[in-house]
């Protein structure tokens, strides 16, 4: 939603790619929310009610700040800016303790390479923008995410093999249930007790 606001006319001109991609991004977050608290438990559903009742609020008192005291673009923009910038930090640094738990069990089975690639390509396409632009706004926190997420591939190409290994160690300790039979023909059990002695 940050985003969203740092791209609208008031506060950055001239950004209609910005507003309408995480514009449309925040449409579809909120489709996944509501599919979150149609399908999660009543406690998981009030905390996640909770966040975004806060996050709303915290981009209504932004707004509304922003758009009474700041009378400038470039002032409207830098404060938006900044906020956005730590936003998109915390989200490109989140999976650094996925990253942590990959190089400690050697296994890439918690980082989903399509999710590493997918933020790895959003980081690059955006950054590419950013510098088109020459917005610093942009560009610091995808770059700084591009370079995240390059991490994460790097681990994943890293540890595939040693994943696909513990995979298939766990595989064979398994016991593979649908090659047990259970035998319920009651003449073969009587035979069977019979010849091993019993009567």
Do not use: C
């Not at 991004?25 to 489709?31: A, F, L, Q, R, Y």
């Not at 438990?41 to 932004?62: N, P, Q, S």
């Not at 673009?73 to 915390?90: D, P, Q």
Request: proline share 4%; glycine share 6%.
């Amino acid at each position: 939603m940050a985003w969203t606001l740092y791209g609208l006319p008031i506060v950055h001109p001239n950004s209609t790619l910005v507003w309408t991609i995480n514009g449309s991004g925040t449409i579809i977050e909120v489709v996944y929310i509501i599919l979150f608290l149609i399908y999660s438990d009543k406690k998981k559903r009030l905390m996640v009610v909770l966040v975004v009742a806060l996050e709303i609020i915290f981009i209504g008192v932004l707004t509304l700040l922003v758009l009474t005291l700041a009378h400038t673009h470039t002032k409207r923009s830098l404060i938006v800016g900044i906020v956005s910038i730590a936003f998109n930090i915390m989200m490109y640094a989140s999976p650094l303790t996925v990253m942590k738990l990959v190089i400690t069990t050697k296994s890439v089975e918690y980082m989903p390479f399509f999710l590493s690639f997918a933020s790895f390509a959003n980081g690059v396409a955006w950054t590419t923008y950013a510098l088109i632009r020459f917005d610093p706004f942009i560009t610091i926190p995808n770059g700084l995410g591009t370079i995240f997420s390059l991490a994460q591939l790097i681990l994943y190409a890293t540890y595939y093999k040693s994943t696909q290994r513990q995979i298939a160690e766990r595989k064979g300790r398994e016991v593979n249930l649908s090659e047990v039979t259970i035998d319920d023909d009651p003449k073969k059990t009587a035979s069977r007790a019979t010849h091993n002695g019993h009567a």
